[in-house]
């Protein structure tokens, strides 16, 4: 089934790494659980028993040897397992999914930056998600050496591939962005977490269903 055709409404945060993702996607999460929404947040890679060693693998095993094909193909898996099990049921029950990421980040990082044909990514993807697409994708985009610069950790695997492959990381967001423009946001991050927060809350308010009040019952 495609996500039209379930009650639920499923929302995605994209984006570079640095670019507060993570951070927008809980407090997006927190703030619809406020409402009394039934929230579902999720990541991927991950989310899964499989998804997380599939993301342990790709992003921390530098000592494990993995092709650019191969690569690409365990994101695909990871996602393939999140949607199964994840996403699908928790839209049928007519949750709101947020996913710290989907699709358009394989597109992104293994195609446009890192040189894989994107349409054939694309078919591998619809087929690897069924048909499943998030209702709005929003991209938190900025300059990725400023994006970068805020991350504290320690960079991952895919961090440390240099600035050149993220700002190719970055125009492939945006370029997705603007041919599926009916599906895609983009929204400035390079502002404060309220800032961002609240241009989020802006794109997602008018998807969503009014929320049940108690007197309304069910
Ligand atoms: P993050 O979600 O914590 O930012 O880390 C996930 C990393 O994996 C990030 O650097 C982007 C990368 N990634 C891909 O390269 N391809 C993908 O399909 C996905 C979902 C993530």
Same mark, same amino acid.
Request: with cysteine.
């Given at each position: 089934?495609?996500?039209?055709?379930?009650?639920?409404?499923?929302?995605c945060l994209e984006g570079g790494?640095?670019t507060?993702k993570?951070?927008?996607?809980?407090?997006?999460?927190?703030?619809?659980?406020?409402?009394?929404?039934?929230?579902?947040?999720?990541?991927? #890679?991950?989310?899964?028993?499989?998804?997380?060693?599939?993301?342990?693998?790709?992003?921390?095993?530098?000592?494990?040897?993995?092709?650019?094909?191969?690569?690409?193909?365990?994101?695909?898996?990871?996602?393939?397992?999140?949607?199964?099990?994840?996403?699908?049921?928790?839209?049928?029950?007519?949750?709101?999914?947020?996913?710290?990421?989907?699709?358009t980040s394989?597109?992104a990082?293994?195609?446009?930056?890192?040189?894989?044909?994107?349409?054939?990514?694309?078919?591998?993807?619809?087929?690897?998600?069924?048909?499943?697409? #998030?209702?709005i994708s929003i991209v938190l985009d900025m #300059?990725?050496?400023?994006?970068?610069?805020?991350?504290?950790?320690?960079?991952?695997?895919?961090?440390?591939?240099?600035?050149?492959?993220?700002?190719?990381?970055r125009?492939g967001f945006l370029?997705e962005a603007c041919?599926?423009?009916?599906?895609f946001t983009v929204v400035r991050a390079?502002?404060?977490?309220?800032?961002?927060?609240?241009?989020?809350?802006?794109?997602?308010?008018?998807?969503?269903?009014? #929320?049940?009040?108690?007197?309304?019952?069910?």
């Amino acid at each position: 089934m495609a996500t039209q055709d379930y009650p639920g409404i499923f929302i995605c945060l994209e984006g570079g790494d640095g670019t507060g993702k993570t951070t927008q996607a809980e407090r997006l999460a927190n703030r619809l659980r406020e409402e009394g929404r039934h929230v579902v947040l999720c990541r991927d #890679p991950g989310g899964t028993a499989l998804g997380e060693e599939i993301r342990a693998i790709l992003l921390h095993r530098r000592e494990i040897a993995v092709c650019a094909t191969a690569e690409m193909l365990l994101y695909m898996a990871a996602r393939a397992q999140l949607t199964e099990e994840v996403i699908r049921p928790a839209l049928a029950d007519g949750g709101i999914v947020v996913s710290d990421r989907f699709l358009t980040s394989n597109l992104a990082y293994q195609g446009y930056a890192g040189g894989l044909d994107v349409e054939k990514l694309r078919q591998v993807g619809l087929l690897a998600v069924g048909g499943l697409l #998030p209702n709005i994708s929003i991209v938190l985009d900025m #300059p990725a050496r400023e994006a970068v610069a805020r991350i504290e950790r320690g960079l991952d695997r895919l961090e440390s591939r240099g600035i050149e492959y993220l700002e190719r990381v970055r125009d492939g967001f945006l370029q997705e962005a603007c041919r599926f423009a009916d599906r895609f946001t983009v929204v400035r991050a390079d502002r404060t977490p309220d800032e961002v927060h609240e241009a989020v809350m802006r794109i997602v308010r008018p998807l969503l269903p009014s #929320p049940r009040t108690p007197s309304q019952g069910g």
